[in-house]
C-alpha cells in the first residue's frame, strides 16, 4: 500500500483552516496539539492560531540537530498530545518529523518556504557530534503551504526548491545505472512520481514571484516526498547529485543551501554522463531562476569543488551512482570540473 499525507493543502490562506483540519480529520478534536516553531516566521503564525488552539502548546526550534528532535520528543511526552503541529521551514519539520515518529504520533507539516523537499519525505536530516546523517521516519499525516507565508520568504529560500526538484533527474539516471550494472531492484512507480516533479517545473519560464509556479513547485516536492516513499529509499531523488551535496556541507560548510548544491551537483553529475541536451536544460533551468551553475556561484572555488566529487562517494558508501561507475582519480576528476565550467559558459553563451 502506498503511504501519503491525509490532506494536501496550497493556496494563500491556507493555514487559517488548521484548527478546522485536526477537527475534520479527527486528528484533535480537542485542539491538544504541540505546535514546534521555527525562529523566523514560525512564531508569528503561532500567534495567528493561538486563539483557534486554547488546547495546544508551543515549543521553540533552533536548529535541525538530533539533540533538538530529541528535546522535542521529551516536551510530546510531558502530556498526552494528539499530534504535533510543525511551523517553519526544512529544518523545523524534519526535527518535527522525527520526534512525531520516535513518539508514535502524527505530525502536520505548515510548510513557509519552498527551499527542499523535505516538507513531505520520509527522511529528516539532522545534525549530530559526528556531522549530519539522514534518518529514516513516517510522512507527515497532512501538509499545508500557505503561499502568503512562501511569497514573504526570500526568493532564495524559495528558488533553492527548484534546485532540489530537478536534481530528481540525476537521481533517475543514477538508479537505472546501479540497475543496469549491478541489478539493483528499480521502482517504476517511484520513477514516475520523481520524474513527473522534475519534469513539471524545468521548463517553466515562470518565476517564484508567481503564485501558479509557487503551485507546481509545492506540488513538485510533494511528489519528490511521494517518490521517496514509494520506493522506501531516498534512491529516486538522491543520487550523484546528492553525494556532491553532502561532501561540500561536510568539507566546506555554509557555502550554499541545500537545494543551491543539489542542482549544482545535478548539472555536474549530467556533464560526467554525457548528456548534453539535458545538461543543457538544467544549467537554463538553473540561470533562469539565480541558482548556482558554477562553483564560484556556491562560494567555491574550482578546487574545493573537486576535492568535494573526490570524497562524494564515501557520503553514501551503499549508493552506485555515475560517480562511482566512472572511479574518476584526481587528474581525471580536475579535467571534468575544468570541461564541466567551460560547458556552462558554453550553454550560457549559446542562450
Not at 19 to 34: A, C, F, K
Not at 263 to 282: D, K, S
Not at 314 to 320: A, G, I, L, N
Not at 326 to 348: I, M
Request: negative net charge; charged residues 20%; proline residues 5%.
Amino acid at each position: 500500500m502506498l503511504a501519503s499525507p491525509l490532506h494536501l493543502d496550497i493556496r494563500a490562506g491556507a493555514i487559517d483552516d488548521l484548527p478546522r483540519l485536526l477537527q475534520d480529520r479527527y486528528i484533535s478534536t480537542t485542539g491538544s496539539v504541540l505546535v514546534a516553531v521555527g525562529p523566523s516566521t514560525g512564531r508569528e503564525i503561532w500567534a495567528r492560531i493561538e486563539g483557534a488552539l486554547p488546547g495546544a502548546a508551543v515549543h521553540g526550534v533552533h536548529e535541525a540537530s538530533l539533540k533538538a528532535a530529541t528535546e522535542l520528543q521529551a516536551a510530546l511526552g510531558e502530556r498526552g498530545y494528539d499530534a504535533v503541529v510543525a511551523i517553519g521551514g526544512g529544518k523545523t519539520l524534519d526535527v518535527a518529523k522525527y520526534a512525531a515518529t520516535r513518539a508514535g504520533i502524527p505530525m502536520i507539516a505548515v510548510a513557509t518556504n519552498l527551499a527542499h523537499d523535505g516538507l513531505c519525505s520520509p527522511v529528516a536530516s539532522l545534525d549530530h557530534p559526528h556531522g549530519k546523517g539522514s534518518f529514516g521516519v513516517a510522512m507527515p499525516l497532512a501538509v499545508i503551504v500557505d503561499l502568503d507565508y512562501v511569497r514573504a520568504a526570500p526568493a532564495p529560500l524559495v528558488s533553492a526548491g527548484v534546485g532540489d526538484v530537478i536534481s530528481n533527474l540525476s537521481a533517475i539516471e543514477d538508479w537505472l545505472l546501479a540497475g543496469r550494472q549491478r541489478g539493483e531492484p528499480v521502482d517504476g512507480l517511484a520513477l514516475a512520481f520523481a520524474r513527473l516533479a522534475a519534469e513539471s517545473v524545468i521548463d517553466r519560464t515562470d518565476s517564484v514571484h508567481d503564485e501558479a509556479f509557487l503551485v507546481v513547485l509545492a506540488e513538485a516536492l510533494v511528489l519528490s516526498g511521494m517518490a521517496m516513499s514509494v520506493a522506501g529509499t531516498s534512491r529516486p531523488c538522491s543520487g550523484a547529485c546528492h553525494e556532491v551535496l553532502h561532501a561540500v556541507d561536510q568539507l566546506f560548510p555554509g557555502r550554499a543551501s541545500h537545494g543551491e548544491l543539489a542542482g549544482l551537483g545535478a548539472a555536474y553529475a549530467t556533464h560526467l554522463r554525457g548528456q548534453p541536451e539535458r545538461f543543457a536544460q538544467i544549467v537554463t533551468c538553473l540561470t533562469r531562476h539565480g541558482l548556482p551553475c558554477l562553483p564560484g556561484e556556491a562560494g567555491l572555488s574550482e578546487e574545493e569543488l573537486v576535492t568535494a566529487v573526490l570524497a562524494a562517494p564515501q557520503t553514501r558508501p551503499d549508493r552506485y551512482t555515475v560517480l562511482e561507475h566512472l572511479g574518476l582519480d584526481e587528474e581525471r576528476t580536475r579535467a571534468s570540473v575544468t570541461a564541466f565550467v567551460a560547458a556552462v559558459a558554453e550553454v550560457r553563451a549559446a542562450g
